[in-house]
Nanobody
Framework: QVRLVESGGGLVQAGDSLRLSCAIS????????MGWFRQAPGKELEFVATISWSGDNTEYEDSVMGRFSISKDVAKNTLYLQMNSLKPEDTAVYYC?????????????????WGKGSQVTVSS
């Protein structure tokens, strides 16, 4: 059984940093592409970042480029999202996702497995 469990969210002030973690069981991070998505209240699910199975290829949504960084620890079988210079508009529930493919992907519907999410709230 595949499980993805996010952690690391919380309430921070604008300009602060947070690191989200996504612990994976039932598959290994070297065999899947993975991504982070977020959903703010009243808004649709939005792509944030994606990383290929090898870790060599990453892509980001424009508004987080240069502030967020996606990575993974193969030994811990864990995906991370380092978030710096947080803004109030980053407030959302953040979800990690995995797809049975080596390629990065921007569309949520192409991911096969999802975590339950972690709340990030940024106050001004």
């Amino acid at each position: 059984q595949v499980r993805l469990v996010e952690s690391g969210g919380g309430l921070v002030q604008a300009g602060d940093s947070l690191r989200l973690s996504c612990a994976i069981s039932g598959l290994t991070v070297t065999t899947v592409a993975m991504g982070w998505f977020r959903q703010a209240p009243g808004k649709e699910l939005e792509f944030v970042a994606t990383i290929s199975w090898s870790g060599d290829n990453t892509e980001y949504e424009d508004s987080v480029m240069g502030r967020f960084s996606i990575s993974k620890d193969v030994a811990k079988n864990t995906l991370y999202l380092q978030m710096n210079s947080l803004k109030p508009e980053d407030t959302a529930v953040y979800y990690c996702a995995a797809r049975r493919s080596s390629l990065i992907e921007f569309e949520a519907r192409r991911y096969d497995y999802w975590g339950k999410g972690s709340q990030v709230t940024v106050s001004s």
